[in-house]
């Protein structure tokens, strides 16, 4: 629905060119929510913003349901524009207008008949769950609310495809996971492709089935989320990923390892089938180890599970290298040393 095809897109200042973006190639599915994950400065807004092409790439092309935007008549363009919504950090409302003229804006535009811009808009106010806001201003709704008229006014069109930049960083986690929530319900019940970008793992968790790790313009990692979650190739990917693992060792538990001559732990990550092992028990019977679990979590990520274990293993150096090459052979272990984790 979405191709990047060796995608580049480098900004020329006065006194030096930025690479923003460089070659890049990806494709989104139609139907799909996929997300971009980096940090800042990585060309993430960039990239978005080449889709409904609000930045012309500088090398390679970006299609979208099979034609190459850069060659679009003005007229094909705005057909392309009403056909992606999108949804911003800072919602980018129109303060002087209430919800309602907020959400009408962009059918006024398009020349709708009045009777139908409101039935239009009221029906999206209810989808958004707004109803009662309608004649409310900007500046008197939460953060979550002008996110709610944000997604409306983005989906007044009836686009097929919604991009998001950074729609949940100005929000509160609940906040956020309501506004995820939302965009879930926008995928599966208007069945609307989703391009998202975010800095939060948290969020391509919650709602993505795809991503893409991005890293000085160039995408560095791509995958289904759960294979990107159980088996990160990179050290920026595992870095996103262990932002929300939930591995970090209390004070008093470190004290406690180490007085006990404890020097290093292992994280073992896996999904699938071997979530349903019992992987630790097979390794004690059959070993001479004992294993310690520090924590552990098994979660669901898009339908599958995916496993996370922080464990100790007491033995001679020997043994726990055999019981390290076993359990490599059916999950990622990392070694955490304790003085850095
Ligand atoms: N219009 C522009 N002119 C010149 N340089 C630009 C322009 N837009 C972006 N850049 C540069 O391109 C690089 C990527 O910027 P971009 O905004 O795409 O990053 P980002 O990943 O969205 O970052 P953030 O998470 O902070 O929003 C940065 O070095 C930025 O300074
Ligand atoms: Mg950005």
New binding site residues.
Partial sequence: MIIFEKVG?K???KDRE????EDVSFAVEEGEIFGII????????????LVNLL?RPTTGTVYVDNLAIDKLSQKELRKLRQNIGMIF?NFNLFNSRTVFGNVAYPLRIAKLPKDEISRRVTELLRFVGLEDKANSYPDQLSGGQKQRVGIARALATSPKILIC??ATSALDPETTNEILHLLKKVNEELNITILL?T?EMNVIRKICDRVAV?EN?RIIEEGTVLDIFSNPKTKTTRNFISSILNDSLSDTLRKNLHSEGTKVLYRLTFKGEVTKRPILSEIAKNFNVDVNIINGTIDEIQGGLFGNLMVELRGKNSEVAKVIAQLSKVVQVKEVYLHES
């Avoid at 930025?18 to 973006?21: C, D, P, Y």
């Avoid at 980096?38 to 913003?49: N, V």
């Fill in positions: 897109k900004f020329q200042s930025i690479q923003a973006v980096g940090f800042s400065g990585a060309g993430k807004s960039t990239l978005l913003r930045e950090q930049d950074e970008i800095h991005m313009g």
